[in-house]
Structure formats: C-alpha cells, structure tokens
C-alpha cells in the first residue's frame, strides 16, 4: 500500500499524487447492487458488495486478493472493468480517472484494450457455439481493429504459442480440449490487445492441482514476458502464496488488513486474517495448531453490523474498544515492511497494544 | 422423442463403424506410426498437412455435419415440394383453368387420365395438388419467417435490457396470445380488406398468421436468453469490447436458436391446415387452390372417393415431414457440442 500520510491528507482535499509507477488506483470504491421489490420494480434495499476500498497497483506486481465467498472480491473486478457501476468513488488509470461514481466517463475501447479479465470458470467464459479462433480473434477485430480474416488467424496463432498450444487447434470448439487447456485459451484471449493490467478471478479455482501448478508458472512467466501487473483474486492461499507480491485480505466488502506476503504470513495482526490463516491445511501432522474457529456466519451485506464489520464473530473483540460503534481505524503495524497495515480498533489497555503501532487515518 | 432419433441415428452408426473395423485398425496402425518413420526435421510439415487435412475432412465444417442420411431424405422432399410450388406448369397434366374447371367424371376413380382420380367437377387432383403447393407453400413459409424474424429480435431485446422494456413488451405479447388464434386472425384480416379496400387476398393471410406466431417465438426465445445473457462468456464478450447489439445476435442468438428451429418445423403444417379453416368460414380467396382448402371441402365423400383427401393430406405430410427433417439436421448440424467429431 503506498498511500503515505501526505497522499490522504492530499486526497481529502481532492488532490491526487501518485508515482509514476502506479498503474491504476483505487479511491474509496463502494458498489452496492439495488434490490428491487414490489410491483414497480423500485430500490427497496441495497447489497453491500464493496464498501470503500483503495488500494493501488504498481507495474509488474501482483496483488492477492483474498477472502471467503461473498465478501466482494469479484465486484471489484466486475467494477474495474465497468460490468457494474459504482456507486461511489472512482478509479485511476495511468493518472487519468476512468470510472467516477455517478459521473459519465469514456470508458472506450483505448481502456477495455489495457484491463483485461480471465474468469473463474473457463468452460463457462467460452462461447460454445464459436471456434477458438473466433474467441481469441474478437478483442482483436473489435479492440485492435483488425479485419482481415488472415491476419486475425495470424495473431491467434502466435498467441496460441505463447501460452503451448499448437496450430491445430485454431478450428476446434471449446468442448474439446480439457480445462487446462480452456484456461490457457481464456488467457490468451486476455492477452490478445497486450494489456497493461490482467485481472484474474480465481484463474485456478477450477482445476486440479497439477493444472494449477501450470497455469500459475505459466501467468509468471507471462508476468516478466509481458510487464503484466496482475490483480489476483483468489480464496487459496498457498496460491497466492506462490503468485503474490502484497495480499489485501477482504471481510464483508471491505480491507482489514493489508500487506506484503510476509507480512502477511509471518506476522498476521488483524484477527480475521489469523483465523484464516490458522484454517490453512498444514502438510506435517506433528505441528498441531490452536485453530481459532469463528463463531457464527458472515453477515448479510444488505444490513452490515455497525462499527467494524468483523465484531460479531471477533474472537479478541474484548480487548479491543468501541468495536460496535466505532468505525474501524487505519493503523500502521511496525516491524515488517512500510506497507503492512490493518484495519481495527484500539485495545482497552495501553500495554496490550500492537508494537509501535500508530494510527493513520480516523 | 427428438432425442430418442438422435440416439438411434448414434447406434446406426456404430453398427457400421462395426463392418469397418478392420479398416479402422489399420489406418490407426498407419496413423500412429508413421511418426516412428518421419524425420523430426518434417514434422511442421506434419503439422501443416495435418491441419489441411482437418480443414476438409474434419466433421467440423458445417457441411459435413449436415451430411446425415435423414437430413438428406429431408433435403429430397423439400426439394420435391419447392419444385411443385415453384414449376406447377411444366409438372401438372393439366393446365391451371382445368383445375377449377367443370367436366364430366365427378369423384371418378384414379385412372390413366387422371392418375389419382378426379374430385368435384371433374378435376385432376394431382392438376390441383400440384398448383396447391404453390398456394400452401406462398402463405406458409412467408408467415413462418415473419414470426420468427420477429419473435426473436423482439424476445432478444425484451429479456437482453429487462426492466420495464421486458415488462411492456410481454404484457403486449400476452394480450395477443390471450385471443384464440382463428378469431385474431379473422379480425387481422378484415381489418387488413379495410384497410386497403379489397377483397381478401392472399398476402393478407399470410400476415395474419405472420403476426399471431410472435408472440409465441418471443416468448420461447426470452427464456432461453434470460438463462444465458447471465453467463460469463457474455461477460467475457463484453470485456473483449462487443457492443449490446453484437452481444445479442452473435454471441446470444447461435446459442439459443435450437428451440425455434424445432417450433418452425412443427408449425409449417399447422399453417398449412389453417387455411382450410379460414376459407370453410369464408375469409378466403375461393379461386385458390391449397391443400387445407382440398381436405376440408372432400371429406365429406371419405367414403366414396377416399383418393380426393387422402392425397392432399398425404402432400402436406410428406412437406412437414421434409422441413422436420431438415430442421433437426439443421440443428444438429448447429450444435457442435452434439457430434463426436
């Protein structure tokens, strides 16, 4: 997370500093889904599905989304590429804002060319009806402008090669090839406008472990072949482990505690980010973790609880103070790197703190 | 029952795959052995023939999957009936006028004369089958593509946008399904003879019938759409930079299409028969000759001249037959999912 003191103080008064590394940035991003009722169709609620979000990307890195079903992961795609609108905040691209909440913004063609997406499920993400080149050719015919017949089938050739698949399979439909191998076609699709930023959504959730480990070295290998800088959605953390540069760990559509990887697995602080990380499956039997088990169910996002989000199920909610009433604070943990924060309250007793912890943000 | 020929047509097949098995044998010795022969230096040589012989010989090309025992006796009848509709001068032994003459020889038996014998008044009926498929054919066809054309484009758009679109949309729907058929299409007609003062023809049967099917082809293809426009490849479309429009007839269209090619083929007779009903209450050109019309007026010699209605009911068998055929071919041939390739 690079949003240093100055940068919120800046972005209060609506003044953006950004590096020239940073790719895209994320302020404050909420999108709720309306729920509709009655006989007229109106808004008679809405679901949370992100509640304020920021965070920014650098070129080349790869940040891990990370969270249990239903927490908003896959909105933040969705909003990102405008499949959804938000509802407030908006989103920076290479300093020029793409997506404003209730504001119109071009998103054109130029845009959609840069941010591109492998979905969750390859069987599912390719049209059965259409050949393989036609899947892979329609970026290039609708995004690149290409138009002729030959010249498409030339480029999807070469991008069938980058990602080990071979000529002939140009003219097959998606039902014959194994879902390795559909995986690998949905990324060549993401690839075809070469694009700045690849967001994947659970690109391994799908498969088995031995096609996972392919299709992770192959993104990798794409990573340093391309300049990709990957938004990486996932619920499997040795998966991320393997793939991540920084992990945002998500609770009910928002942040509680973001850092580098080994931030995140040396020194997890936030008590939802140790509780996920105590339900890992260990591989040696004589290491018998305490388990922290939460208690109850994830809240319904169409009522979330006040305060901080995770109080109800929290399993240190004693020690801290306000939990329920207070919104939670962003606060800086000392030790490892500058950039691992977490999002929580204040212990009740001086000397039980987080060491040299500060606060950043009310 | 569809899918019980579908499997049949699957076991046809693997009873000749069975005669051919010792062919099969050796060419998959031949094909998997010759690698052990080809030098590693020819083998994108390989690669490139391979790919050629996939582009002409591959069951993946449309052609060849149309190419079905079945799909070709449908094939044969259409044809037959077309050229009917389309030649009637050259193939009938009589001419037009004859037709709907008046001769001697009422409800005469099939002789060399007249090959399937003679109806009232004297006239052919294989003269006045012949000039019917023209008439059958003219309103079916054309009140069959109007409704879907606009069945599916309006059922497209009403599930694609939703909202109040859809609502609007089906609720007209639903008022034009809520009438009986021959009653909307005796009021279409009327109002159509008003409209542009004269008498009943023929293009206003044909719209009548047009309209009345869009509400149904709407309805059958807004579920489909509804189910699929929520599927992630449409997300992946739209990612890839395809516009509403584009979405919708060619990444939404090919994938629910199969329902409606099986309604037309069924409908084509109905429409066909219909007719009769519109001229038994008078709201029909009495000059034309079709095949509906035929039936209704000589049933009532079933018994003593059976040939009279048995032929025009067979034509209109042999034609729905035909365009059933095709169109499961057709749907086959559209789903490459269905074929082992």
Known sequence: MTISKEAIKHEAEGVEQLDDDIILSVRNLKTYYPILGGFFKRTIGQVRAVDGVSFDLKKRETIGLVGESGCGKTTIANTLLKLVDATEGKIIYQGKTIIEANKKRDYKNNIRKEIQMVFQDPDASLNPRWKVVDIIGEPLRLLEGLSKRRKIRKRVWELLKTVSLKREHLDRYPHEFSGGQKQRIVIARALACNPKIIILDEPTSALDVSVQAQILNLLKRLQDEFDLSYLFITHDLSVVHHIADKIKVMYLGKFVEEGTIDDIFTNPSHPYTRALLSARPTFDPAIRKERIILEGDVPSPINPPTGCPFHPRCPSKEEHEGCGVDKPRHIKIEGGSDEHYIFCLPFTEGEKSYEGWQFISD | ?341
């Not at chain 2, 409704?147 to 089906?170: E, H, K, R």
């Not at chain 2, 001229?279 to 019309?293: K, R």
């Open chain 2, 1 to 341: 029952m569809l899918e019980q020929e579908v499997y049949e047509i699957k076991e046809e097949d693997e009873i000749k795959k069975l005669g051919l098995i010792t062919k099969n044998i050796i060419k998959w010795v031949i094909n998997n052995l010759k690698f052990i022969f080809i030098p590693a230096y020819k083998l994108n040589a390989l690669v490139e023939k391979e790919e050629k012989h996939e582009r002409t010989v591959s069951k993946r090309k449309f052609i060849r999957r149309f190419k079905s025992f079945l799909t070709i006796l449908g094939i044969i009848l259409v044809f037959a009936v077309v050229t009917m509709a389309v030649f009637p001068h050259w193939l009938a032994p009589y001419t037009e006028a004859d037709a709907s003459g008046v001769f001697p020889g009422t409800w005469a038996n099939p002789s060399p004369e007249h090959p399937l014998g003679t109806t009232s008044f004297g006239r052919d009926v294989l003269t006045r089958l012949i000039f019917g498929a023209r008439t059958s054919l003219i309103v079916a066809l054309p009140a069959i593509g109007l409704s879907v054309i606009l069945g599916v484009i309006i059922g497209i758009i009403a599930a694609f946008y939703g909202g109040w679109l859809d609502t609007v949309i089906m609720r007209l729907m639903d008022i034009l399904l809520a009438f009986p058929g021959l009653i909307l299409a005796l009021v279409f007609i009327s109002v159509f003879t008003d409209l542009f003062k004269t008498d009943v023809r023929i293009e206003y049967i044909m719209l009548a019938w047009g309209i009345l099917g869009v509400p149904f082809y709407s309805r059958l293809i807004r579920g489909s759409v509804l189910q699929a426009k929520e599927l992630p490849y449409i997300q992946a479309a739209r990612v890839a930079g395809a516009g509403n429009f584009r979405i919708m007839f060619k990444h939404i269209l090919p994938n629910v299409i199969q329902p409606i090619i099986i309604s037309v083929t069924f409908d084509i007779g109905g429409i066909i028969l219909s007719l009769a009903g519109l001229s038994f209450l008078g709201f029909s050109d009495p000059q034309l000759i079709d095949w509906g019309n035929e039936i209704s007026r000589t049933r009532e010699r079933l018994y003593d001249a059976p040939w009279a209605s048995l032929f025009p009911g067979f034509f209109i068998l042999l034609s729905v037959l035909g365009f059933m055929l095709l169109g499961d071919g057709l749907r086959d041939a559209l789903d490459p999912r269905l074929r082992d390739l």
